[in-house]
């Protein structure tokens, strides 16, 4: 089945660590998105990729980092100048941009020790 | 820009009650609008979908009327159930090229048996 898989479900980070949050899909989308989600808050973008090699920051980038090697693959990075980095991370992908459904992971949470 | 507002959550309603979650969105062009659920601890999930003005998208007992006049994409269930207590959060596509899609802040509904 075609979708979109995000690695691991929970990851802890210790202070000054940098983490990275998988995330893989096998729907041939060309655009993919990481979004950043505190309790009962919203979604915030963090960064978004159009096209392999290419991405942008979005609302919320600072003390994030992100690749697009592969058009199936686009972690995010969190490093260490994140100073709040406890949060549900989801990534999710698009065929033709936002005019058209998202499909999201399962999502990450990601705490600190 | 395109921005959406949701009503403020949480609703709580009890099984079988009739449900409406409002959502006005302002937008240049015609976007796609989408409905999207949460449930604990998981991704988004699309719900249903409208792609031009009069159109009504409905899914699993939901319903919403892309409301051009009054830019409006409220969400409607007839008798809600336990299962559907998620958060539920409203977005539009930008036609055009836009890969960002606007999201509302989402609106958690509570069902009591």
């Known amino acids: 089945d075609g979708g979109i898989t995000q690695s691991p479900k929970y990851l802890f980070r210790k202070e000054g660590q940098n983490v990275t949050l998988s995330c893989e899909q096998n729907?041939?989308?060309?655009?993919m998105y990481w979004y950043r989600q505190d309790p009962g808050q919203g979604l915030r973008l963090i960064y978004y990729?159009?096209?392999?090699?290419?991405?942008q920051k979005g609302d919320i980038a600072e003390g994030y980092s992100v690749s697009r090697e592969k058009k199936e693959s686009f972690p995010l990075t969190v490093t260490s100048a994140q100073k709040n980095p406890t949060a549900f991370y989801l990534c999710?992908?698009?065929?033709?941009?936002?005019?058209?459904?998202?499909?999201f992971g399962s999502g990450t949470q990601l705490s600190v020790l | 820009g395109n921005s959406v507002t949701q009503m403020e959550g949480p609703v709580t309603l009890s099984e079988e009650a009739f449900l409406t979650i409002n959502c006005t969105y302002t937008?240049?062009?015609?976007?796609?609008l989408f409905w999207y659920v949460q449930y604990p601890g998981e991704g988004l999930q699309l719900l249903l979908k409208?792609?031009?003005?009069?159109d009504k998208g409905s899914n699993k007992g939901f319903e919403a009327t892309y409301r051009k006049e009054t830019t409006s994409f409220h969400l409607e269930k007839g008798s809600v159930q336990v299962s559907d207590s998620a958060v539920y959060f409203c977005?539009?596509?930008?036609?055009?090229?836009?890969?960002?899609?606007?999201f509302g802040r989402g609106t958690s509904l509570i069902v009591h048996p």
């Open positions: 977005a539009l596509g930008s036609p055009g090229g836009s890969y960002i899609p606007t």
């Open positions: 937008a240049t062009g015609y976007p796609s």
């Open positions: 409208a792609t031009k003005a009069d």
């Open positions: 729907l041939n989308h060309d655009a």
């Open positions: 990729s159009q096209i392999v090699n290419d991405f």
């Open positions: 999710a992908s698009s065929s033709q941009g936002s005019n058209e459904k998202l499909f």
